[in-house]
């Protein structure tokens, strides 16, 4: 299977149908008791009418004026850096979306411990010079907030 | 000079003492760091200035903001690697004279350059700024409408690869400044029955998502096997700067600064335009023009003195007219919200001797980056030699406690992960973030005095247009967008052409 694409036709898809979407929502979303034609309503939908146009727009110049590249999904695409950076950050997000959930469950400590260990070895660092002044800058992080600004972290 | 008087007194306080120097370290420490920038720095300190007092806090962030900007061009001269966007035609001539083993004349002209240019900056800061508030309190909605306009109208100087993305951009954060209870009538907007989106998104939370986290994430694809670049320390000798290149070097910081002073007055600029087109100017009026580029000691010059002088000018338009001048003046404009203080004409007005203060405490600031370079600068060349692998971690522990501390809240750490995903797709489509928070910094400004205005005139939307003043900005405005685009498509053919 093969796709031309760019990043304006990407980006001018996703925008024009996300701006449909929030714009039909408006009403449900947003109740105003004004009488006046200019209103709460008005300026999220100049926004997002704005959003959907110029995201039309980008969407046409990245089909008809702007060159395209091709994507072939076959064996040798799997091979290649675009292929595996695209796998490696999506892994980064994950650890990131579980360092968030530990956060909110077992607090800045624990999720910290997590964080240092997963981020170190998804860089492949085995020093353990890095390890431990990361320990130790995330406890003086804690210590800063906690005592010296006496804001309470979980 | 009552007020002048007064800012006196409150800058010359010990907390202000003390901050000013460790700001200043800071600053340039994390300018120097490869992977954070001093906007980054900014962001990521201001959640710490919360129980400061609001003259401390700005004084500390400005020394952050003005050290970084130095800051970077460790970076750039030792590493071949700019550490702020602000620094990247310093790479030209300070990269050369590394390799040629004048590393440490390179930093020290950086120095001298920056601290001139930057007590010139902050002086044209605190003599032009009351003047031009003073203008400005004759505005009324109409007018800061059309100032919101074109303050966004800038999107098409940041823009540079595509107008539309852009406008998309701007949009996009409008909408976000949207969401929450609406200030005029109390109307609840896409909260989706989440009693905790009734607030709002705070502006600190989109900042720390969209820049600080999208940036780590940028940086998923770094292989440190292949990516590190390591300097050498032998590559710092003691070869100092002869008093013949400091008098060579003084058309190019004279006309670097006041490159810099105007462009940095220009809201949608910033340093890093500055630094271009002064180096472009010094090397066209130079009479070795072909030495440029190999190792020129004017070349750094030019674009520090630039980028610096930028620093206090680039705080013009956002104090007097509550419309950031670039990036990061857009973050200390959150700053100043943040501590109680509504940048524009009735802060001059209201609390004019704390902003006094910190006029005055930019002065004292660019006075104290000679002092802080000059004993520090050896040392801040092995800064760069601190792997990014750790620093991520580092970087992300300060985001999520900054960010849970700014309401107790879990949802702002949800938030600025949120914000900081969407961010780093965005950049993989190559959207520039900056039109993103102008929108959400300039939208509700240009939403309640799009519609007091319209209470004021029954509906008519030629209040816009028959207000001198208003219209003047719009055309501005309008203008400022197709002349860029116009440029912007001459650009590209161009480079079809020569393909």
Redesign the interface.
């Known amino acids: 299977m093969k796709i031309t694409y760019n990043s304006e036709i990407v980006a001018g898809f996703l925008f024009t149908v996300i701006a449909v979407v929030l714009f039909l929502l408006v009403p449900s979303q947003i109740h105003t008791l004004e009488t006046t034609e200019i209103n709460a309503q008005t300026v999220p939908r100049i926004a997002l009418g704005g959003l959907g146009i110029f995201s039309f727009l980008l969407f046409l110049q990245g089909v008809f004026l702007l060159p395209k590249k091709t994507l072939v999904f076959n064996e040798a695409l799997y091979a290649t850096r675009d292929f595996r950076d695209a796998i490696r950050s999506t892994v980064y997000i994950a650890i990131m979306i579980v360092y968030v959930v530990l956060f909110s469950l077992l607090g800045f400590i624990a999720a910290n411990v997590y964080l240092i260990f997963t981020v170190l070895l998804y860089y492949r660092s085995t020093k353990k010079s890095h390890y431990i002044v990361a320990f130790s800058v995330s406890a003086i992080v804690y210590l800063v907030f906690t005592v010296g600004l006496n804001i309470s972290l979980p | 000079m009552d007020l002048f008087l007064a800012g006196l007194d409150i800058l010359f306080s010990w907390q202000i003492l003390v901050a000013i120097p460790l700001g200043l370290i800071l600053g340039i420490v994390v300018g120097a760091i490869p992977g954070l920038t001093s906007d980054l720095g900014i962001i990521l300190c201001i ?2 200035t ?2 400061m007092e609001p003259t401390v806090a700005i004084v500390t962030l400005l020394a952050i903001y003005v050290g970084g900007t130095y800051g970077g061009a460790i970076t750039a001269i030792l590493i071949n690697t700019p550490g702020t966007s602000a620094n990247a035609a310093t790479l030209f001539d300070g990269y050369p004279m590394t390799q040629k083993g004048e590393a440490f004349k390179a930093l020290t002209m950086a120095l001298f350059a920056s601290t001139v240019a930057g007590i010139i900056g902050a002086f044209v800061l605190l003599f032009a700024a009351p003047p031009i508030a003073k203008v400005t309190l004759m505005f009324g909605p109409a007018e800061y409408l059309a100032l919101a306009v074109f303050g966004l109208s800038v999107i098409a100087g940041v823009s540079n690869d ?1 107008i ?2 852009g ?2 951009g ?3 954060g ?2 976000v400044s ?1 969401i929450g209870l ?1 200030v ?2 109390g ?6 029955d989440n009693t905790q989106l009734r607030r709002g998104i705070d502006l600190i939370i989109a900042l720390i998502g969209l820049f600080a ?1 999208s940036e780590i ?1 940028m940086k ?6 292949i990516d590190r670049k390591v300097i050498d320390p032998a590559a710092i000798t003691r070869c100092k700067v002869t008093a013949q290149e400091y008098k060579r070097c003084r058309k190019p910081i004279a006309l670097g600064t006041l490159i810099g002073v105007i462009i940095g007055a220009t809201p949608g600029t910033g340093g890093g335009l500055a630094g271009f087109i002064s180096y472009n100017q010094t090397k066209q009026l130079s009479k070795h023009p072909e030495t440029f580029g190999k190792g020129e000691i004017e070349g750094i010059a030019a674009s520090e003195s630039a980028n610096n002088g930028a620093c206090g000018a680039t705080m013009i338009p956002m104090l007097t007219l509550g419309v950031p001048g670039d990036g990061a003046t857009a973050i200390l404009m959150g700053a100043f919200m943040v501590h109680g203080l509504v940048p524009g004409p009735m802060l001059f007005k209201e609390q004019g001797n704390i902003l006094y203060a910190i006029m005055l405490g930019l002065v004292v600031v660019n006075v104290c980056l000679w002092f802080a370079g000059k004993f520090f600068t050896r040392f801040y060349a092995h800064i760069t030699r601190i ?4 620093l ?3 970087v ?3 985001c ?2 900054g960010a ?2 700014t309401n ?1 809240s ?1 949802y702002d ?2 938030y600025i ?1 949120i914000f ?2 969407l961010a ?1 797709y ?1 950049r ?4 520039q973030l900056v039109p993103i928070l102008l ?1 959400i910094v300039l ?1 509700p400004l ?2 309640m005095n ?2 007091r205005a ?1 209470m004021l005139s029954d ?1 008519s939307l030629s209040i816009f247009v028959t207000r001198p003043i208003s219209l003047a900005f719009l055309l501005v405005a309008f203008a400022s967008v197709v002349v860029f685009t116009i440029k912007g498509s001459a650009e590209k053919k161009a480079n079809r052409s020569s393909r």
């Not at chain 2, 993989?428 to 959207?431: A, I, V």
Request: proline fraction near 4%.
């Open positions: 959640p710490l919360y129980t595509n539309l993305k406008l998309m701007a949009c996009i409008i909408f949207t609406d005029i009538s109307a609840v907007r896409f909260t989706f986290i994430l998923s694809k770094y292989d440190p096997r792997p990014f692998e750790l991520a971690c580092i992300l522990a300060f999520t406690a849970y501390s107790n879990m750490v949800y992960f900081g995903i780093y965005l993989r489509l190559n959207f929108g939208g240009a939403e799009f519609r319209l509906g």
